[in-house]
């Protein structure tokens, strides 16, 4: 059958996702002034509670939804998750109380978990050997997400703000109706698996799938790819400021320049650099890049060389889709959705580490009693993750490509 329509459906799930989510990061700060009627800083505060228990259940629940959609099937699971995942923008534009968006956060963070699922699908629908450029064009939907979504956000905001919530609630409404006609179920009774409490959450899972293969180094390199990359949004905004003194403006401008070039290298060269060096070698050439940008930035005194850095540093996305290849490829059909499911819940307690790691970082390394003045401090930290994550991968043994 063909698949484009489907392969279309699950890169527009993930645009779509990333979109909601920067979609109201515009308002938040004031929709939760408004809701607590407390200072900014009090925003702050309850802004960082929402982030964490939206991470926190998502990793608790992608194993669970990967378990699930092994069993049920890519489709219901998809399907049903979209449409609570309208259900609860609606929550979100109604809410009054902090107590509702608490709630709010909760459920959205089970939804984000069908990020395992939309990868399944697409390992699903995929040879061995388009694996590696299927997973990049789900990771440059969510670099399209990134960049439309703030700017989207801030645009609606004009109109209160409620509305950025109603637009991402009809995006998802709107993407499951698309799906509904559209998408195939690709988990037949051949590689239909029972379903496993046991393996249904997240240490269950973590063992189950370490086992196979020997992917426990690979999940591991994954992980401490993860946090170090998660140094981006955990300080950019802080970094900039005390470093340089941009603006709020200019910071924006430099993060949707990244995710314009993330976009471009995940949707146009994954595939002629996997051709030309392999799938072995285009995670080695990414984590590269990744080493050198950090590095760079960590002593980086020009706001000129920064804004050269961040196509460079974009090329470090290489590495992911390859990787995440390679994985795939190491497990058999029926074990799609929970390897999904387990890379997921490493991102989400890389999202939960990561944050609290990289700030403290600079918060030692710029206060006035610092024993040492770097504020690019937390970039040395996820160089010398990304260097750790380079040396196992270069150690272990990986799947044929073919």
């Known amino acids: 059958m063909d698949n484009r329509l489907p392969v279309l459906f699950i890169v527009l799930t993930v645009v ?17 002034t408004e809701i607590g009627g407390g200072s900014v800083a009090d925003a702050a505060v309850w802004g960082g ?16 939804i990967g378990a699930l959609s092994d069993r049920y099937g890519r489709r219901p699971v998809l399907l049903i998750s979209l449409l609570v995942m309208a259900a609860d923008y609606v929550v979100m534009a109604l809410a009054q109380s902090m107590w509702l968006l608490l709630v709010a956060r909760l459920v959205g963070g089970v939804t984000a ?13 995929s040879t061995r050997a388009q694996k590696a450029a299927r997973f990049g064009l789900v990771a440059a939907g969510f670099g399209v997400g990134f960049v439309l ?13 409620r509305a950025p919530f109603w637009a991402a609630g009809a995006l998802a409404l709107g993407n499951a109706a698309l799906g509904f006609f559209v998408l195939r179920e690709t988990v037949t009774d051949a590689i239909r698996r029972p379903f496993d409490r046991t393996r249904a959450n997240p240490f269950g899972a973590f063992r189950a799938v370490a086992r196979l293969a020997g992917l426990n180094r690979l999940i591991t390199v994954y992980f401490f790819f993860q946090v170090a990359t998660m140094v981006y949004p955990a300080v950019w905004a802080y970094f900039l400021t005390e470093r340089f003194g941009w603006s709020g403006a200019m910071i ?9 070039f993330y976009a471009l290298v995940m949707g146009l060269l994954v595939n002629p650099v996997i051709r030309r060096a392999g799938q072995r070698g285009t995670v080695l050439i990414g984590f590269g890049f990744e080493l050198v940008s950090l590095l760079i930035l960590a002593f980086i005194a020009s706001g000129t060389l920064l804004l050269v850095m961040i196509p460079i ?4 996305s290489l590495s992911l889709p390859a990787l995440q290849a390679a994985m795939s490829q190491s497990v058999g059909d029926d074990a799609q959705g929970e390897l999904q499911g387990v890379l997921t819940s490493a991102t989400s307690v890389a999202m939960i580490l990561a944050p609290l790691a990289m700030t403290q970082t600079f918060a030692l390394f710029t206060r006035s009693d610092a024993p040492v003045y770097l504020p690019g401090a937390p970039f040395l930290v996820a160089a010398a993750l990304m260097l750790a994550s380079l040396w ?11």
Do not use: K
């Open 149 to 161: 979504g703030p700017v989207l956000g801030g645009l609606l905001a004009e109109y209160g703000t």
């Open 113 to 125: 978990a069908t990020h395992s699922t939309a990868n399944a699908y697409m390992a699903d629908i």
């Open 252 to 260: 924006g401008v430099t993060l949707g320049l990244y995710g314009f």
């Open 313 to 316: 540093a974009a090329l470090g």
């Open 392 to 402: 196992l991968y270069a150690r272990s043994s990986v799947p044929s490509e073919a």
């Open 49 to 64: 509670i929402l982030s964490t228990v939206f991470a926190i259940m998502q990793f608790l629940f992608a194993p669970l």
């Open 16 to 32: 779509i996702d990333a979109i909601g989510i920067g979609l109201i990061m515009p308002v938040m700060p004031a929709l939760l």
